[in-house]
């Protein structure tokens, strides 16, 4: 079955301290993983994505095949860091789904 | 560019009855997904449309049903409501379906079923 985890609903850090948001997943076909993002008030939003490998406001992702992981690492939190993360697998049969996790509520205070 | 648009943004109904909501996607995008959002169960996958088709299918029951039309446009039907179907109903587009596309949320439409 195809399945998205995110341990933490709620992760609260000061800020300048390393954030790391975990994800893992299951799907027996060649994964494709996403972050998106929800900052208050605002739309969904995409983060990040595994094949692009870039970093994006200072947030990095590693896919990690062998743990079935693709956590989100920032090395020092900033305050407008504050928001819900949301990891997704995307699927495709014939069609396209976005499989998410249930989201980490990320807190970060001064 | 103007982004996904949602309407209505809320919508109160009774039981038993039948709503439509309606997305318009970003310009140029061919793919529309919609998704159920709750408290208990998160966001969860309802259907994709590309070039008018259904494309694929979450697991809901067959009250839910959408359609896109020659423009990209999509609606989404539920009928016979029940109180479960209480929700926030978000739509994406993408430029075209595939593993890799990026999907652009609309701002969603609160439905309460009482």
């Known amino acids: ?110 | 560019k103007a982004g996904v648009t949602q309407t209505p943004r809320y919508l109160i109904k009774t039981r038993g009855q039948q709503v439509t909501l309606s997305c318009s996607p970003i310009s140029g995008h061919r793919s529309v997904s919609w998704y159920q959002q709750t408290p208990g169960q998160g966001l969860q996958f309802l259907f994709e449309y590309f070039s008018e088709t259904q494309r694929n299918k979450g697991n809901f029951p067959g009250r839910f049903s959408g359609r896109q039309f020659s423009n990209s446009r999509s609606e989404m039907n539920v009928s016979t409501l029940e109180l479960g179907d209480s929700a926030l109903y978000l739509c994406a587009s993408s430029l075209l379906t595939g593993q890799n596309t990026e999907a652009f949320f609309g701002q969603g439409t609160r439905l309460t079923v009482v």
């Open chain 1, 1 to 110: 079955a195809q399945r998205v985890t995110q341990p933490e609903k709620l992760l609260s850090v000061f800020k300048g301290a390393p954030v790391e948001l975990k994800c893992n997943y299951s799907y027996s076909g060649s994964p494709e993983l996403f972050w998106y993002v929800q900052y208050s008030r605002q739309r969904l939003q995409l983060l990040l994505r595994h094949i692009s490998r870039e970093s994006i406001k200072g947030f990095t992702a590693d896919l990690n095949k062998g743990e079935t992981s693709f956590h989100l690492k920032k090395p020092f939190a900033q305050e407008e860091d504050s928001a819900m993360y949301y990891c997704a697998l995307s699927v495709y049969q014939a069609g396209t789904a976005l499989i998410f996790g249930k989201g980490t509520t990320l807190s970060v205070s001064s």
